[in-house]
């Protein structure tokens, strides 16, 4: 533990040397500052777009709910120009940031960086409707999975899986227009806000709820298909051998066919493991192995000992007495 008592005035270090030594810190090559680089992008404004989106993907439960069919337009063109905005730079920062690292820090100059960052921008907001139909269907299967929920506006309000859902599906569409950091950013507010773990570059299909979400993990290169339900704990994880940068640019995480389900704190690995339509995976099951379709697959079932409270009561008080 470190000395709490301080030593005397006179003998505290100055401002300029404590200054001095942690400046000095940052010459020693960890890899842990941004110095005399340009074009990093910003965190905050990247989170400040997912509350745009939000308020866009669901007009009038996020942001402003006093909507009419007579101001809506004029809203919405407001969220649209502001969202242009800053993707736009941000996606040109990104760009930028890629291409220095490219160059191994020696210059920014991309002269194509701010026009591929207008067409990502448009190709982007023209996708919005598609996202919002997605979004949509997943809200739905939210309601039509959870008899706790009321209504689907409080899946949309409340649920942490329909919020992870939204923002992999932007950081998604970021991701496979090849914009780098920003969707991983997203990912990860997404991750410290649910505790539901999505990398953007994993694929999946309509209609999909997460129930409950804590601690859910899904890999790069999951793909998971329509209507699947999954559970808290469950990890669509990476073998071993897969999980250094050797295994970069390979299939390293499971696909889930339609009609998958998963429960509790269940794990399956690997980029050959494939779980068939219609299959079940029990809680706590461990798997690195394919499963047919329409199969269920659970543990062996434990050997619990049953003992009434009176007889418990009975065996402690023997033991007690000697």
């Known amino acids: 533990m470190h000395e709490?008592?301080?030593?005397?005035?006179?003998?505290?270090?100055?401002?300029?040397?404590?200054?001095?030594?942690?400046?000095?810190?940052?010459?020693?090559?960890?890899?842990?500052?941004?110095?005399?680089?340009?074009?990093?992008?910003?965190?905050?404004?990247?989170?400040g777009l997912l509350g745009l989106l939000h308020e866009l993907v669901f007009p009038g439960f996020i942001g402003e709910q006093k909507l009419t069919s007579v101001n809506l337009l004029d809203h919405v063109g407001s969220i649209v120009a502001q969202v242009r905005e800053s993707l736009e730079g941000q996606v040109d920062?990104?760009?930028?940031?890629?291409?220095?690292?490219?160059?191994?820090?020696?210059?920014?100059?991309?002269?194509?960086?701010?026009e591929l960052a207008r067409r990502v921008t448009d190709v982007f907001l023209t996708r919005v409707p598609e996202i919002r139909r997605l979004l949509s269907l997943d809200v739905q299967a939210a309601y039509d999975g959870d008899p706790a929920c009321r209504n689907t506006d409080e899946a949309i309000f409340c649920y942490p899986g329909v919020y992870a859902i939204f923002v992999h599906r932007v950081a998604h569409e970021l991701f496979a227009s090849d914009v780098p950091l920003i969707p991983r950013i997203m990912n990860e507010h997404a991750h410290s806000k649910t505790g539901i773990d999505i990398?953007?570059?994993?694929?999946?299909?309509?209609?999909?709820?997460?129930?409950?979400?804590?601690?859910?993990?899904?890999?790069?290169?999951a793909e998971i298909g329509a209507r699947v339900k999954l559970y808290q704990g469950v990890t669509l994880?990476?073998?071993?051998?897969?999980l250094t940068q050797a295994g970069r640019g390979k299939k390293r995480h499971p696909t889930l066919e339609d009609d998958v389900v998963i429960y509790a704190n269940a794990t399956?690995?690997?980029?050959?493991?494939?779980?068939?339509?219609?299959?079940?995976?029990?809680?706590?099951?461990?798997?690195?192995?394919?499963?047919?379709?329409?199969?269920?697959?659970?543990?062996?079932?434990?050997?619990?000992?049953?003992?009434?409270?009176?007889?418990?009561?009975?065996?402690?008080?023997?033991?007690?007495?000697?």
Request: hydrophobic share 35%.
């Open 268 to 322: 399956l690995l690997g980029g050959d493991t494939v779980v068939g339509a219609g299959s079940v995976i029990g809680g706590g099951v461990f798997l690195t192995a394919s499963v047919p379709a329409g199969h269920f697959v659970y543990n062996k079932p434990q050997d619990l000992k049953y003992r009434s409270a009176e007889k418990l009561k009975a065996v402690q008080a023997a033991t007690l007495n000697g």
């Open 237 to 242: 994880g990476g073998k071993a051998d897969a």
């Open 4 to 47: 709490t008592s301080g030593p005397s005035e006179q003998d505290r270090p100055s401002l300029e040397a404590l200054t001095r030594g942690i400046v000095d810190s940052y010459q020693t090559g960890l890899r842990a500052e941004h110095i005399d680089a340009t074009f990093l992008p910003s965190r905050d404004a990247a989170i």
């Open 199 to 221: 990398h953007p570059g994993a694929t999946i299909g309509e209609s999909f709820f997460i129930d409950h979400g804590t601690g859910v993990v899904i890999g790069e290169t």
């Open 93 to 114: 920062a990104a760009l930028r940031y890629s291409r220095n690292l490219e160059r191994d820090g020696q210059g920014d100059d991309c002269a194509r960086c701010t």
